[in-house]
């Protein structure tokens, strides 16, 4: 169970009946092993940025999570049952979090939804895939300027990759990862060199057109069952996305973006969506927000 149950969504409201349902009016509270409708999609925060602190980031993602309802909550009906389970808050202790998050995401998986999981630092992301460790046929799908695959000896918002390698290689697997967006000036020689030894599929920010990363998208979904996308934020252009943890100088274009969730969503094998690094405490007007949202709602509508 999450450290924070569900808390009633409010927003925008343009009188009753079904005409006039907008995200706040559908949204429901949902506990592990409860069961869940055909479709059902289940919202779960993760209000952390420990791990940006210790990747010496400026700190504020904890606040992501309720920043992304918000933003969410006045977005007309997504037209599929949808669940929030709440948020797991984060102190000091990053690995117990992420441990908790695993095993709300594992409950979804088990219930048969969707997992929609709201960040918090790139952290998130190791908990997230705690949720479908060891279940056959997985993938990452990592939109991002970094690639986070820094070594550590404690779990930062740069590792969460290298610890799911990590992870795969003593259970006698590979890990399958892609990542779009990666800044060739963002990232040391160090870090490209550990993500060719471990095989990651790679797409430029200077190459990213919406074909090239939809194409990037088909081709890593053509070679998995369930892929977890992850998004984060940090790859959009700071004019864009102002309010994350590290403002991209150049970042890449909001269509390349839609274009790498619709290759996913249109391939069916959508299994866990994640949103990273908002960090309300730097956005301007809510735009970072506003734009996760309709990434969000773009996944979750079609």
């Known amino acids: ?117 709201l960040g918090g630092g790139h952290a998130v992301a190791y908990g997230s895939y705690l949720g479908w460790a060891g279940r056959p046929g997985w993938g990452v799908l990592n939109v991002d300027a970094h690639f986070d695959l820094r070594a550590s000896d404690r779990a930062t918002s740069g590792t969460p990759f290298a610890q799911m390698a990590a992870d795969e290689a003593s259970a006698g697997r590979d890990l399958a990862y892609a990542v779009a967006g990666i800044s060739r000036a963002n990232n040391t020689r160090v870090l490209f060199d550990a993500a060719e030894r471990l095989g990651v599929e790679v797409l430029l920010d200077e190459d990213c057109t919406p074909a090239t990363a939809g194409a990037f998208a088909e081709e890593f979904v053509a070679r998995v069952d369930s892929v977890h996308l992850t998004l984060d934020l940090d790859a959009l252009p700071a004019s864009v996305a102002p309010g994350v943890s590290a403002p991209a100088g150049f970042g890449i274009g909001l269509d390349c973006v839609r274009a790498v969730v619709r290759a996913v969503v249109g391939s069916g094998t959508l299994g866990l969506l994640e949103v990273a690094e908002l960090n309300p405490s730097f956005d301007v007007d809510g735009r970072t927000a506003r734009t996760a949202a309709r990434l969000i709602d773009l996944a979750v509508r079609a």
């Open 1 to 117: 169970m999450a450290d924070r149950l569900f808390v009633p969504w409010t927003g925008r409201d343009d009188g009753p009946g079904p005409e006039h349902a907008r995200w706040h009016s559908v949204v429901r509270g949902w506990v592990p092993g409860s069961t869940l409708p055909a479709g059902g999609v289940v919202m779960v925060g993760f209000a952390s940025d420990e791990g940006v602190r210790r990747n010496g980031g400026r700190v504020g993602a904890a606040a992501g999570p309720a920043a992304l309802r918000g933003a969410l909550a006045s977005l007309g009906d997504p037209g599929r049952p949808v669940f929030d389970a709440g948020d797991v808050v984060v102190d000091s202790d990053l690995e117990g979090g992420q441990a908790r998050l695993g095993a709300v995401v594992g409950a979804i998986l088990d219930a048969g939804g969707l997992p929609v999981v």
